[in-house]
């Protein structure tokens, strides 16, 4: 089973194509989370926010603890801005520690450069966004 990282915007259609892979940032999270500890910036998966319906695909999916889910808060929704900090810092110190991530680098910052894409876009259209996960 896989997993994939995934921008979701706020509202039915934003007009425009939110898709990022995502697979090779859910494979590093671990180590992307503590890098951006590192640098001072906000991790990825603190942008995470689930509604119960996605929580209830999740674990369909066989993903987490019935039990967490239940003990949810409302869906968060987060600023671009605060997102495009924490992709922008992470792009950045990847393009100056090139090995940072082993193999992993290249196909990582492609994901980094979607999400920031996709996050630019939506500040233009002063929308909120969440990060949401799926297995699959």
């Not at 090779?24 to 671990?30: I, T, V």
């Not at 590192?38 to 993903?63: C, H, Q, T, W, Y």
Request: hydrophobic share 40%.
């Amino acid at each position: 089973m896989s997993a994939s990282l995934y921008i979701v915007v706020e509202g039915d259609d934003p007009g425009f194509d939110i898709f990022v892979n995502g697979r090779a940032l859910a494979r590093n999270e671990d180590a992307l989370e503590k890098m951006a500890q590192r640098i001072g910036v906000k991790p990825l998966l603190e942008f995470f926010s689930a509604d119960r319906n996605s929580m209830a695909l999740l674990l369909e999916e066989g993903a987490g603890d019935p039990e967490w889910a239940k003990t949810l808060p409302p869906p968060q929704w987060f600023s671009p801005e605060e997102g495009l900090v924490t992709v922008c810092t992470l792009l950045d110190h990847l393009k100056a520690s090139p090995t940072a991530l082993g193999t992993e680098t290249q196909p990582v910052m492609r994901e980094i450069e979607e999400f920031e894409r996709v996050l630019r876009k939506t500040a233009h259209r002063r929308l909120r966004w969440q990060l949401a996960v799926s297995w699959k």
